[in-house]
């Protein structure tokens, strides 16, 4: 039987967010991080689970695909594979993965149809080759890229720039399936131990790091950061970052900061040290703003064009996009929602088909709704797990959306699961919890019930499209939740829930034409309440993966003060019986492993 499509894999691998994203005829099928499947937050490690989900979910073999592209940012794959046989990296490759790597055809494979790429080069296809633009711009900004040794692409030279100096900054621009580098910014390494180095790097995304690090604790945490920057008092610090001649300086961290948040068992947001912490986040947040700003505007006269994409890690900075959309004289900004090293995957997997396979561009990523889909079935056998099955009520309903939107008005908090997985970071309806905007307490209920974040912390609403001029002010279109926007002042004493400190909400439009059951019940509730927004959060408890099945969704329901979970057509609501099996399970058993593996025929 001959062969019916041709399928380009293209892989994230080794470090944090190892992902993979399946290609069927240029178009994407499947794509998954590796977090969701193992529930560790930004897994790192081997990539079995990720191929296997997308080929399982596509109903083929790894001989079935044309063409494999992969990218590690550390090393190129191949080297970084040869030096994990003899060198033992439990960050990269734990014990516990080693076998199967050994047995993997892909583990130290020299086949023709395995390649691999730099960073920046597979984050630049993630963003221009899925964007709605025939022509225009691309921006790469993140922590760190690939050493300048290893970068494929052609590029301006820079004559100090040494060999071992990491990618920053990338600038291209396109047109069709063309690509072309304009300038790379390089960090030089610095000297230091464990992670220090990367963090006085001398770049926006390291400098960006270095701060979360400094305040929470953690180098990750950079949403938590730019949350917390408007509570800053301006000019406070004096600037870490800015542009000389079109130069990025970033002076060394010196011990004028001298109070680090430093993790010993003390309560965070009752440190001495917040007033400090605060005014900190708003000079790091400022300057990376004016710098990105000034680079855009670069870029757009350099070039002249109208559209400008983004990716790296910096661009799921939505303030700084805000600010991009409406300051930078672009006509169009589009992001890629996996703005991060997950979406790796989805440019190694473009690389492939347009670079290597020599194929057009047939394909525009108007959402990010890509994870398999579960059948009813599966959502009826998480269901009827016997420790499950006795502490709910599960009903099918003939208009989920209406009675979903009955519900939040009343205000309960609604898990909500349809369709696809969303890729990316952010929940975009798919895997969300919802609630109701009209009254302020609304985001204390959410954070003490479930998310158990810092109260400071903004929770972002969803809209329909139609109307988010009327609520928020800018004409740029945000169906990834990228962007964050002015709330009308009349709006906000309506929406309260959703109005961060400085006014302004990281919005997500939501069209019918890409979630149509998201959209209907946007509809129920604007008919119910004369508001088309509600609130949008990813559902996962802290420091936890967004779900991704059914059993997921399930766990994460009866572990927390989610009131009922919409599931397809089904609404799941306690009984009586939670109150009491549910103290029970939490003290004697892993719920998560319950509703995975306890069974007892229906």
């Known amino acids: ?154 590029y301006p030279s820079s004559d100090t ?19 072309e580098c304009l300038k790379k910014v390089f960090m030089e ?67 004028d900061l001298k109070q680090p948040y430093i993790q010993d068992g003390s309560n965070w947001e009752k440190s001495p040290a917040m007033r400090h912490w605060e005014d900190l986040a708003w000079r790091v947040q400022d300057d990376t703003e004016n710098v990105l700003l000034a680079r855009a505007r670069w870029l757009r006269e350099t070039t002249g064009a109208k559209n400008l994409t983004m990716a790296g890690g910096v661009a799921l900075n939505c303030v700084a996009n805000g600010r991009l ?47 398999k889909p579960y059948s009813d079935a599966d959502v009826a056998a998480a269901l009827q797990r016997f420790l499950v099955r006795i502490q709910i009520d599960a009903r099918r309903s003939d208009n989920v959306c209406r009675d979903t939107a009955k519900l939040l008005a009343d205000q309960r908090v609604i898990g909500w699961f349809q369709g696809g997985s969303e890729f990316g970071p952010r929940a975009l309806g798919n895997r969300s919890l919802l609630g109701d905007p009209r009254k302020p307490e609304m985001k204390d209920i959410l954070n003490s019930r479930v998310k158990h974040r810092q109260a400071f912390r903004p929770f972002a609403p969803i809209v329909l499209a139609e109307r988010m001029k009327d609520i928020f002010e800018g004409d740029a279109d945000s169906p990834f939740m990228l962007l964050a926007k002015p709330v009308r002042p009349e709006w906000r004493d309506k929406i309260p829930a959703i109005v961060h400190v400085d006014g302004t909400a990281r919005v997500q439009t939501v069209r019918e034409a890409t979630n149509p059951r998201l959209y209907q019940l946007l509809k129920e509730f604007d008919a119910l309440t004369g508001v088309p927004v509600l609130i949008n959060t990813s559902y996962n408890i802290k420091g936890e993966p967004i779900v991704e099945t059914p059993r997921d969704a399930v766990a994460c329901f009866l572990t927390t003060g989610v009131d009922h979970l919409i599931m397809h057509d089904t609404v799941v609501s306690k009984t009586a019986m939670h109150k009491i099996v549910g103290p029970l399970v939490d003290t004697y058993y892993d719920v998560t492993n319950l509703v995975s593996a306890t069974a007892r025929p229906a």
């Open 1 to 154: 039987m001959p062969k019916q499509h041709t399928y380009v894999l293209g892989l994230n691998t080794y470090d944090h967010d190892v992902s993979a994203c399946l290609l069927r005829d240029g178009a994407i099928a499947f794509a998954i991080a590796k977090e969701r499947i193992t529930r560790v937050k930004h897994a790192s490690g081997f990539y079995k689970e990720v191929i296997d989900y997308c080929l399982e979910a596509e109903g083929i073999t790894l001989d079935d695909i044309d063409l494999i592209v992969r990218n590690c940012y550390i090393m190129p794959v191949g080297e970084m594979e040869e030096r994990l046989v003899y060198f033992d990296a439990p960050g990269f490759l734990p014990e516990f993965e080693r076998d199967d790597a050994a047995k993997h055809p892909l583990y130290l494979s020299h086949s023709d149809k395995v390649v691999t790429i730099s960073h920046h080069l597979a984050h630049a296809y993630s963003a221009f080759a899925v964007s709605p633009f025939e022509e225009g711009v691309v921006m790469i900004v993140d922590g760190v890229g690939s050493y300048r040794s290893d970068v494929m692409e052609s």
């Open 161 to 179: 720039a040494t060999p071992l100096a990491r990618e920053s900054e990338s600038y291209y621009k396109f047109k069709g399936s063309t690509l």
């Open 189 to 255: 390494p610095d000297r230091g131990f464990l992670s220090d180095e990367f963090y006085n790097m001398p770049g926006m995304g390291a400098l960006y790091s270095r701060a979360s690090t400094y305040i929470f604790g953690d180098w990750n945490k950079c949403g938590e950061l730019m949350g917390l920057a408007p509570y800053g008092r301006h000019n406070q610090v004096k600037s870490l970052m800015g542009l000389t001649d079109g130069t990025l300086q970033v002076p060394h961290w010196t011990t």
């Open 325 to 371: 959309a409406r300051e930078a004289g672009f006509d169009n900004i589009w992001i890629q929602p996996a703005t991060g090293d997950d979406g790796i995957a989805i440019g190694c997997a473009y690389y492939g088909w347009l670079e290597i396979l020599k194929q057009r561009r047939n394909f525009v990523m108007e959402h990010s709704y890509i994870g």
